[in-house]
């Protein structure tokens, strides 16, 4: 097992002092839960297919079927995987900190299932569903062969409520993000590559506004040679580790 990453002492510092602390977090932070990360290989039966093929508007016009059975396919990881210790530390951090924003592209819900409250959901959540043509969520439908099951109120086709390849954010989190951003004094990235925008732009405007940034990555990204600190290794061990030096010596 790889050693883990040095924490300064004055990224403890930071964090002791922090009036806020904002946190984008990517699909590496669930890759230790069993979630792939969006661009790791796909497995069995959607081996064949890019990511990037399957969500889109486009591919869902192209082929439905398709497109909601590979949602389906990750429904069921999700639902299958449990928030890892990275994910509860984050929570954890959450009350200690007197402002804390966790701004996430994971549309798994893995960080309320552990507990963190302030999450701003970039991407949509992959457990919500929505009409395609009306972009209402519906909550429930009639049973049905039909894949995918057609919109109660417009007989329409029900996708997924999350974002997809050349769709346009929700407008309100996208700008609590970009508020938090710019307003916080530390700024953590943790596993997330930093190439899918608007996300991607988050920590450079943290650092253009004079925040301490840190990433978290088990790889280095475009981001690696612009953050104050760079810790490499899994966010399910450094995560655990920074909180644990945050307070050595805990009340019993
Ligand atoms: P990516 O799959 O692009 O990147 C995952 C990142 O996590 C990589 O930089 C890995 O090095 C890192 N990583 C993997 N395992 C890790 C671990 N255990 N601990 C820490 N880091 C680890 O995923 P995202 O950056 O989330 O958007 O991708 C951003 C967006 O691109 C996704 O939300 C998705 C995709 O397009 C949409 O679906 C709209």
Same mark, same amino acid.
């Given at each position: 097992?790889?050693a ?9 510092d ?5 009036r ?19 661009r ?5 039966l ?62 798994d ?48 086709l ?9 769709? @346009? +954010?929700? !407008?309100? %989190? ?5 508020? #938090?951003a =710019?307003t916080c004094d530390?700024?953590?990235? &943790?596993?997330?590559? @930093? +190439?899918? !925008?608007? %996300? ?5 405007? #943290?650092? =253009? ?6 990433? &978290?990555?088990?790889? @280095? ?12 290794g ?10 644990k030096?945050l ?6």
């Amino acid at each position: 097992m790889a050693a883990l990453p040095e924490i300064l002492p004055d990224l403890l510092d930071a964090l002791r002092a922090a009036r806020h602390v904002a946190v984008l977090t990517g699909s590496g932070i669930s890759a230790e839960s069993g979630v792939p990360t969006f661009r790791d290989a796909q497995t069995g039966l959607w081996a064949k297919y890019r990511p990037e093929e399957l969500a889109t508007p486009e591919a869902f016009r192209r082929n439905p079927r398709l497109v909601w059975e590979w949602y389906e396919w990750r429904r069921g990881l999700v639902a299958k995987a449990a928030p890892n210790p990275g994910h509860l530390a984050l929570a954890e951090l959450e009350r200690r900190v007197p402002r804390f924003t966790l701004i996430t592209q994971n549309v798994d819900g893995l960080h309320q299932q552990a507990g963190s409250r302030n999450v701003i959901e970039l991407h949509g959540n992959l457990r919500r569903t929505k009409c395609f043509d009306e972009s209402r969520v519906v909550d429930t439908w009639p049973a049905t062969d039909d894949v995918p099951p057609r919109c109660p109120r417009c007989g329409g086709l029900l996708r997924p409520d999350v974002v997809w390849f050349g769709e @346009a +954010l929700p !407008q309100s %989190a996208l700008a609590a993000a970009i508020e #938090a951003a =710019q307003t916080c004094d530390l700024f953590f990235a &943790i596993g997330t590559s @930093a +190439l899918v !925008q608007p %996300a991607a732009s988050l920590p450079f405007q #943290a650092i =253009q506004r004079g925040a301490m940034t840190v990433e &978290i990555n088990a790889d @280095a990204t475009p981001l690696t040679p612009r953050v104050t600190h760079a810790l490499r290794g899994s966010a399910g061990e450094v995560l655990p580790a920074l909180l644990k030096a945050l307070t050595p010596y805990p009340l019993s």
